[in-house]
């Protein structure tokens, strides 16, 4: 089976630029989580999902980052304008409630660099 | 709330030697633990967890952890480290019951001499 696919892997862009990454979760799980991480705060949580449904933002930093999930099978991470400190490693993961321990799926993560 | 701390950041170990990553959680209940690994450029898999049953667990890899429940600790532990281990690794405990939203601890880095 397919993992979780996130894309770009790397993405190089320009203060104020829009930036977009993409997430696939693994077929059937039914939370979605987007994560960043970077040496100076660890592995943060931005914002997961419940079937589709945001549950919790809390962790978005700024009014800059969006989060959606149009369907059960793509997720995406929006920062719009981007700025140099949104520089880390963005990681989605997924995971199934039913019947499981809490397990998550990380993608290999999106590193993103801002100039 | 949960939380977990990893008092290392960083470990430094010669290839052959034993291992032990220490970890612990706050947590009012029974928790689920978690052993993550992230190997340079990639996403965290994970090694091993537990969530109930004998206290001592085995993972991939030839890893293993202890559930200690009166010292809140889930320390991480291998007999024999190869330098294909030095990596970064990630505690996490999660809530039994309902929403069980991992939270992770800072990581442990580990550093493999030959």
């Known amino acids: 089976d397919a993992g979780v696919i996130q894309s770009p892997r790397h993405e190089v862009t320009e203060m104020g630029q829009e930036v977009t990454l993409r997430c696939k979760p693994i077929?059937?799980?039914?939370?979605l989580f987007w994560y960043r991480q970077t040496m100076m705060r660890g592995l943060e949580l931005l914002i997961y999902f419940n079937n589709n449904v945001p549950i919790d933002d809390s962790g978005m930093p700024e009014d800059r980052f969006s989060a959606k999930m149009p369907n059960a099978s793509f997720s995406t991470l929006k920062i719009q304008p981007s700025e140099p400190r949104d520089s880390a490693v963005y990681f989605c993961?997924?995971?199934?409630?039913?019947?499981?321990?809490?397990?998550?799926?990380f993608g290999e993560g999106s590193r993103l660099t801002v100039l | 709330a949960q939380s977990v701390t990893q008092p290392d950041i960083h470990i430094t170990v010669s290839e052959g030697a034993s291992l032990e990553l220490r970890c612990n959680y706050s947590?009012?209940?029974?928790?689920?633990l978690f052993w993550y690994v992230q190997s340079p450029g990639q996403g965290l898999q994970l090694l091993l967890k537990?969530?109930?049953?004998?206290?001592l667990v085995q993972g991939i890899k030839g890893f293993e952890a202890e559930f200690k429940r009166s010292q809140s600790s889930f320390n991480l532990r291998k007999p024999s480290v190869h330098w294909s281990d030095a990596a970064e690794y990630f505690c996490?405990?999660?809530?039994?019951?309902?929403?069980?939203?991992?939270?992770f601890g800072r990581g442990t880095s580990l550093i493999v001499h030959p």
């Open positions: 077929s059937g799980h039914d939370y």
């Open positions: 537990y969530f109930s049953g004998d206290t």
């Open positions: 996490a405990v999660g809530a039994q019951g309902g929403s069980y939203i991992p939270t």
């Open positions: 993961a997924s995971s199934l409630t039913r019947g499981s321990t809490g397990e998550l799926f």
């Open positions: 947590y009012g209940a029974t928790p689920y």
